[in-house]
């Protein structure tokens, strides 16, 4: 357990002006890209994904502390992803509705149309937007500030944002308990054979076992979290107030503002 | 509140939970004063959990039970208040570290309680800083608590107890889930706790050696749940030692082996009984020569050695060339870069109970998971029985070597007690018949004969344990493998598995066990393995072994303070 890496609560602060991303409101920041990511959804084109991308990209590496972690993952991961995905979802278009196009390679009698990839790579851009603005908040916020904030702005009754954060650390229990019960079932011989169905049925016999320890671990914690008085009080103490100023405002007017132009000018759903 | 008024007050309680047919605890009264420190003693089902439960309000509020008599904390009556409400005069703390933890800071964890109770901010965070620096883990605020070891994460539940500014802390099994440093490490932390004098305790617990060293009160619950003794701690354990056994109450080791000292005559039945390994170190004969008649849990067949070089002769010597059913030659384990296992040799005497021990992170469950196959060693490094685990199917290796899981509720795969016996025979093409016949032979071997078509997952936690067990050795292997069969149970379960895995050893069983738990050790193995590091540090004779206190202590284990003394005074008595 020592070994976990990444620490969901591990706080996050800003450590010089440049870092604004984590100063602002979890909600703020959520609120500033949500419109945009559910809109990208519907867009079938390349221009209006690469801007958001960029926008993304813009906003991380100047609001966020540049880690080598970070610059991994924005400038390795999520691009070797979208290539595979883009070439992937190239090859997977039905050629009779791209036949149209010119041809981008021909192998014997088979051809990939520039149609073909326009869209596969329409879709990896499309995906890749989404992430990245995500990862605007989901990478400068930490679990327990996103549910202050969610209690504090959005009246989410208390009894629920903090038994989901405590509901948080039976994840790592859960994926260890598995892995026992796997290699106990090992053990016990109980293979059932190969493909598909035999896994789906030995998976149901892990589910048992499982979901009894589950039970089990949630009712002493909630014993627990009783005898500590939770739920004592309509409210309680914050002691960290997550404040929603002028500047997540001012942040989500800009970012959707942002948003509307890349929209307007681009406008993706124009009539061929 | 005056202070002579009680802290708890309990009047003729009778629990009843929702699932039992008869009620534990029952008709039991008592007052708990400022300032005591009062041991809950009792046989496995006497109630004691139970009661600790009514004490704050979980019983009746939160958990299916029918509750008769009074519970009164703080001169509130726990029937018509919240839990929340009592938390301020009762705090709690669990057996399990893990299902107590619901923040990611330890400082939050500490501040939960607080919170939760509306304090206005400083009086959160003076309280929190209090807590912490009592149980020596201020510096260690900002971390995550699974950062902790075990024994700090229930440092952490205790200061959470205090912090609720709770005049009385229960404590059911606070340690029963650690290992031996984490055992030190809470009661260290419980015996300053007790040093401040402002807190009364109500402990709940089997591990009583280092219980012994600031228990004022004992409470004694009989098997019915009623109250058979309350008063001081050596006046009742003292006085009522032969009532106590005989209820199944479990008593201080020291006390325990003093007992059998007498009744060999080695120790006069004058004296007092010693309740701590100090008492009983100071009434031991100074000549030693006593002990060597073989009389201690130590060393019930051999001579206690004098000399030390001996000892590490037979310690470095090859392993002996009688066959031994466990072979292991060059075993070496790695998980992803990291090798766990470096090089290890091992011999395993057929017929032996080895125990194999050591600290965190030395190797153990590695060790019994290649032996026995669960992890497949690489080829030619194990032999367990002439079959080599790296190649077997696990159909052939189950016929070799039984593997039982510390929670036996992993291993079950079939929906009733009979399948679930019968899977590995039904795997091998036993005929029908012949299944059925040796399936009810196991059941009736484990008392299960009433459950056959029951299933697994509604035994009981006893039944559970010895059904994995008849899982394990239904196809007739001459090994059996438990790794951490104890872990998390209450003393009387694991008293239970361990007479039945001395009787299998009697019938020609050999056994190998994973545990941390060395009073067990000293007491049930033949043979001990000391790891340490993922290398072999010590193997031989677990009489042998526990002579010297060097051998375990440079392995970054403690032995038991009885066998600590008990080295020592060999030691001592030897020079």
């Not at chain 2, 009623?226 to 030692?241: C, K, N, S």
């Not at chain 2, 701590?276 to 000549?287: I, K, N």
């Not at chain 2, 052939?396 to 025979?425: C, K, S």
Request: net charge neutral; with cysteine; proline share 6%.
């Amino acid at each position: 357990m020592s070994t976990t890496v990444v620490n969901p609560y591990a706080s996050m602060v800003a450590r010089s002006r440049r870092e604004f991303l984590y100063a602002m409101n979890p909600l703020a920041k959520v609120a500033a890209v949500a419109p945009a990511m559910i809109l990208l959804v519907f867009v079938r084109d390349l221009a209006t994904p690469a801007a958001f991308l960029v926008l993304a990209y813009a906003l991380i590496l100047v609001g966020a502390r540049l880690t080598w972690r970070l610059l991994l993952l924005l400038l390795i991961v999520i691009p070797v992803a979208m290539i595979v995905i883009g070439i992937g979802f190239s090859l997977w278009v039905d050629a009779a509705l791209v036949d149209d196009t010119a041809p981008f390679l021909r192998i014997g009698g088979w051809t990939l149309f520039t149609g073909a990839l326009e869209v596969g790579f329409a879709t990896a851009l499309r995906l890749g937007a989404i992430a990245a603005l995500a990862l605007v908040g989901g990478l400068t916020t930490s679990g327990p500030d996103l549910v202050r904030a969610s209690i504090q702005q959005l009246r989410v009754p208390y009894r629920v944002g903090y038994t989901a954060l405590a509901a948080f650390r039976f994840v790592p229990r859960f994926g260890h308990e598995l892995s026992v019960i796997r290699a106990a079932h090992r053990v016990r011989g109980h293979h059932g054979g190969r493909g598909p169905f035999a896994r789906i049925a030995r998976g149901w016999g892990y589910i048992v076992p499982l979901l009894a320890g589950a039970i089990r671990h949630a009712e002493r914690v909630a014993l627990a979290m009783d005898a500590r008085a939770f739920g004592a009080h309509p409210t309680r103490t914050e002691r960290h107030l997550v404040p929603f100023r002028t500047r997540d405002v001012v942040f989500i007017v800009l970012l959707l503002a942002a948003s509307a132009t890349i929209f307007i000018v681009l406008f993706p759903w124009q009539p061929a | 509140m005056r202070s002579s008024a009680p802290l708890l007050r309990v009047r003729d309680l009778t629990l009843t939970h929702a699932d039992a047919a008869h009620p534990s605890p029952s008709d039991v009264s008592f007052d708990i004063a400022p300032g005591e420190v009062v041991l809950l003693l009792g046989p496995s089902g006497s109630g004691k959990s139970t009661l600790t439960l009514a004490l704050n309000g979980l019983i009746p509020h939160a958990l299916p039970a029918t509750m008769t008599g009074t519970v009164e904390a703080g001169g509130i009556d726990s029937a018509h208040a919240s839990t929340a409400a009592l938390s301020t005069h009762v705090a709690m703390v669990f057996q399990d570290p893990d299902a107590q933890i619901v923040t990611g800071t330890v400082y939050d964890e500490v501040a939960f309680g607080p919170e939760n109770l509306l304090l206005p901010l400083d009086e959160v965070s003076a309280r929190a800083e209090d807590a912490l620096r009592r149980v020596g883990l201020w510096q260690r605020r900002d971390e995550n608590p699974d950062r902790l070891s075990g024994g700090g994460r229930q440092r952490l539940a205790i200061a959470c107890a205090l912090a609720m500014g709770s005049p009385l802390l229960v404590l059911d099994e606070p340690t029963a889930n650690l290992d031996p440093q984490g055992i030190d490490d809470v009661y260290s932390a419980l015996a300053d706790v007790v040093a401040a004098g402002d807190r009364a305790i109500l402990l709940v617990e089997h591990n009583l050696d280092a219980a012994m060293e600031f228990v004022t009160r004992t409470i004694v619950l009989d098997q019915a749940g009623t109250v058979a003794f309350d008063g001081p701690v050596d006046e009742i354990l003292r006085g009522h030692t032969e009532e106590l056994v005989a209820m199944g109450v479990w008593l201080p080791a020291a006390t325990l082996t003093a007992r059998m000292l007498r009744e060999r005559g080695i120790l006069s039945h004058d004296a007092p009984l010693p309740l701590t390994p100090e008492e009983l170190a100071a009434a031991l004969p100074a000549g030693g020569a006593h002990l060597q008649a073989g009389s201690t849990p130590v060393s019930q067949e051999t001579a206690f050695s004098t000399d030390i070089r001996d000892l590490h002769r037979q310690l470095s010597q090859p392993p002996s060339d009688a066959r031994p059913l466990i072979r292991a030659r060059g075993l070496t384990v790695t998980r992803g870069r990291r090798e766990i296992l470096h090089s290890v040799d091992i011999d395993i005497e057929a017929g032996s109970l080895t125990a194999i021990v050591g600290a965190n992170g030395a190797g153990k469950t590695t060790l019994i998971q290649a032996l026995a196959g669960v992890v497949p060693p690489r080829k030619r490094q194990v032999d367990v029985d002439g079959l080599d685990p790296a190649t077997a199917s696990p159909r052939d290796l189950a016929a070799r070597i039984g593997f039982v899981f510390q929670n036996p509720e992993h291993q079950f795969i079939a929906h009733t007690v009979f399948d679930e016996l019968a899977h590995g025979l039904r795997l091998r093409h036993v005929s029908e018949a012949e299944t059925a016949h040796r399936v009810r032979q196991m059941l009736g071997r484990f008392g299960l004969e009433h459950k056959a078509d029951v299933h697994p997952f509604l035994l009981s936690g006893g039944e559970k344990r010895r059904l994995s067990v008849g899982t394990a050795l239904i196809t007739g292997p001459r090994v059996l493998a438990l790794d951490e069969p104890t872990f998390g149970q209450d003393r009387a379960r694991a008293a239970e598995l361990l007479a039945l895995l001395d009787a299998l050893r009697r019938e020609g069983t050999t056994i190998v066990i994973v545990t941390h738990d060395l009073q067990l050790v000293a007491e049930h193995a033949t043979h001990t393995v000391v790891l340490a590091d993922g290398r072999v540090h010590a193997t031989g004779r677990t009489d042998d072994l526990f002579r010297d206190e060097h051998v375990f202590t440079t392995a970054g284990l403690r032995l038991p303070a009885l066998q600590r003394v008990l080295a020592a005074h060999a030691g001592t008595t030897a020079s």
